[in-house]
T-cell receptor, first 114, second 113 residues
Framework: DVKVTQSSRYLVKRTGEKVFLECVQDMDHENMFWYRQDPGLGLRLIYF???????EKGDIPEGYSVSREKKERFSLILESASTNQTSMYLC?????????????FGPGTRLTVL | AQSVTQLDSQVPVFEEAPVELRCNYSSSVSVYLFWYVQYPNQGLQLLLK??????LVESINGFEAEFNKSQTSFHLRKPSVHISDTAEYFC???????????FGTGTRLLVSP
């Protein structure tokens, strides 16, 4: 079974702190994604990566950056956390080659910024 | 640009009743369509998908969805729901080829005894 793990289920940080959210997948997937999920807004794509050291902006990249140094690991970074970044963050990966296909999601990290 | 509309934010239903969760999309090109389910305190998991071929697709737990190109819809149905189907359901669309997924805002299905 594909497994996508996220480093924390719950995280509480203070405004201005630098925050790292880690995601690891064990199925040698090429593509990895970071979404945030908010009530009434569904999932919105923050960043994605098609390969090691490669990244592309999604729909809401402002205030975030990412790092993909190894194929299995994709990190989301909040350089200076703000209260409006309080949200559920979901990581996903897929093996899409040539066309979009099933994404596999981690359990999510619920981040609260005070 | 693509978009996905899930008009119903919440659908309450009694156990063993039928249910339909609606999904409409907008796209000027051919699409792939997905339904994902999120059980409480979990991430999303794929329920079913349409990539090509038969327009009626089924899941292993009794859900089905039909791709209707003329109505740009991909509604999810189940003839008889269980308490365990209580979850949030997300419809998603991507243009054919390799394009990012666009998700709807979700529909919370509440099944009561």
């Amino acid at each position: 079974d594909v497994k996508v793990t996220q480093s924390s289920r719950y995280l509480v940080k203070r405004t201005g702190e630098k925050v790292f959210l880690e995601c690891v997948q064990d199925m040698d997937h090429e593509n990895m994604f970071w979404y945030r999920q908010d009530p009434g807004l569904g999932l919105r794509l923050i960043y994605f990566s098609y390969d090691v050291k490669m990244k592309e902006k999604g729909d809401i990249p402002e205030g975030y950056s990412v790092s993909r140094e190894k194929k299995e690991r994709f990190s989301l970074i909040l350089e200076s956390a703000s209260t409006n970044q309080t949200s559920m963050y979901l990581c996903a990966s897929d093996l899409s080659q040539g066309h979009t296909d099933t994404q596999y999601f981690g359990p999510g990290t619920r981040l609260t910024v005070l | 640009a693509q978009s996905v509309t899930q008009l119903d934010s919440q659908v309450p239903v009694f156990e063993e009743a039928p249910v339909e969760l609606r999904c409409n999309y907008s796209s000027s090109v051919s699409v792939y369509l997905f339904w994902y389910v999120q059980y409480p305190n979990q991430g999303l998991q794929l329920l079913l998908k349409y990539l090509s071929g038969s327009t009626l697709v089924e899941s292993i737990n009794g859900f089905e969805a039909e791709f209707n190109k003329s109505q740009t819809s991909f509604h999810l149905r189940k003839p008889s729901v269980h308490i365990s189907d209580t979850a949030e359901y997300f419809c998603a669309v991507a243009n054919t080829g390799f394009q990012k997924l666009v998700f709807g805002t979700g529909t919370r299905l509440l099944v009561s005894p």
